[in-house]
């Protein structure tokens, strides 16, 4: 049983950043592949980023590769979403998820993640 709970969102300006936090608890949490998703008002939730247990791997949505940079810290339970040059398209509630026994082909499936946090809002002003 996993709980996660996001923090770090709020309001920022095109251009900037921010950091997202995804606090777990568990205590298996280094077996899971963590994932960030947003959906926007009247948006189908989608995917912004993985990484997998060992933290080797990392996956990119294309409209936020080189621009956010996820990671994890096992010791401290912890999976972060830094979003740098955001842009008003990056509005969105941001959830982030865990997962077991993923295969790379389904990480980017809303729908395979067994665990969800409440989501934290960010919201990027033009």
């Known amino acids: 049983q996993v709980q996660l709970v996001e923090s770090g969102g709020g309001l920022v300006q095109a251009g900037g950043s921010l950091r997202l936090s995804c606090a777990a608890s568990g205590r298996t949490f280094n077996e899971y592949i963590m994932g960030w998703f947003r959906q926007a008002p009247g948006k189908e939730r989608e995917f912004v980023a993985a990484i997998a247990a060992s933290s080797i791997s990392t996956y990119y949505a294309d409209s936020v590769k080189g621009r956010f940079t996820i990671s994890r810290d096992n010791a401290k339970n912890t999976v972060y979403l830094q979003m740098n040059s955001l842009k008003p398209e990056d509005t969105a509630v941001y959830y982030c998820?865990?997962?077991?026994?993923?295969?790379?082909?389904?990480?980017?499936?809303?729908?395979?993640?067994?665990?969800w946090g409440q989501g934290t809002q960010v919201t990027v002003s033009s």
């Open positions: 998820a865990a997962a077991r026994g993923l295969q790379i082909g389904a990480l980017r499936t809303t729908r395979r993640y067994d665990y």
